[in-house]
């Protein structure tokens, strides 16, 4: 049976140094890859959606909206703050598309493109529009006698949500129009020669009018 004879501290302090050695190399070589894709990927550059601005209107499906970019290819797409409701976007195809379901005010969203060697960004200004407005009245040609209450006239909607009702010229003396529902109510104080009146409905999406003929008689 042969005795091993003890290791001199020499002989120590290298074996601890080549473990040490051996152990930083392994380590490099395990954690490498993935620094040296990122420093050999380039970063994407110069990404846009065309103009960057775009309003759309509520319930219509939107064009979609494909970007452009140069530098690396991208490997990701994400977008902050959330889009409008029924919208999206690809994350790796990065195209915006969808149906809005809600009416949204002017905001806007950033896109990021993102591959391991870096990131861009793309700016896009969006709104979404209500569908303008459509309505009719039972009837546009009232007559009426001075002093007689007038049965109140509402208007049927078949558009967009209205938001404001006005009408032109001012109305007779006691009638009045509701801004907030358009209903024509009230009792004129005062006879007023047949007078053709519009009334406007408003939204987001726009605004129509539509003609009511008016007479009060009497003394």
């Avoid at 074996?15 to 490498?32: E, K, Q, R, Y």
């Avoid at 775009?54 to 977008?79: E, F």
């Avoid at 009408?167 to 047949?194: D, E, F, H, K, R």
């Amino acid at each position: 049976m042969q005795t091993r004879t003890p290791a001199t501290p020499r002989e120590t302090a290298l074996m601890l140094g080549l473990s040490l050695g051996l152990a930083a190399f392994t380590a490099g070589c395990g954690g490498g890859g993935a620094a040296a894709a990122a420093a050999t990927t380039p970063a994407p550059t110069g990404l846009s959606y065309g103009a960057g601005s775009a309003t759309y209107t509520k319930g219509m499906a939107i064009t979609p909206s494909t970007p452009t970019a140069g530098g690396g290819a991208v490997a990701a797409y994400s977008v902050s703050p959330a889009l409008p409701a029924g919208l999206s976007l690809h994350p790796t195809t990065g195209v915006l598309s969808g149906t809005p379901t809600a009416v949204t005010p002017t905001a806007t969203y950033t896109v990021r493109a993102s591959n391991a060697g870096g990131s861009a960004t793309a700016i896009l200004s969006l709104t979404v529009n209500d569908v303008a407005p459509a309505f009719d009245y039972a009837t546009t040609e009232i007559v009426i006698g001075k002093d007689a209450v007038l049965t109140p006239l509402a208007p049927t909607s078949t558009g967009g949500t209205v938001v404001a009702w006005s009408v032109s010229p001012a109305l007779p003396p006691g009638l009045a129009l509701n801004p907030g529902t358009g209903v024509l109510s009230g009792t004129p104080t005062a006879s007023a020669a047949p007078q053709a009146y519009t009334v406007t409905a408003t939204n987001s999406g726009g605004s129509l009018g539509k003609q009511l003929n008016l007479t009060v008689i009497g003394a």
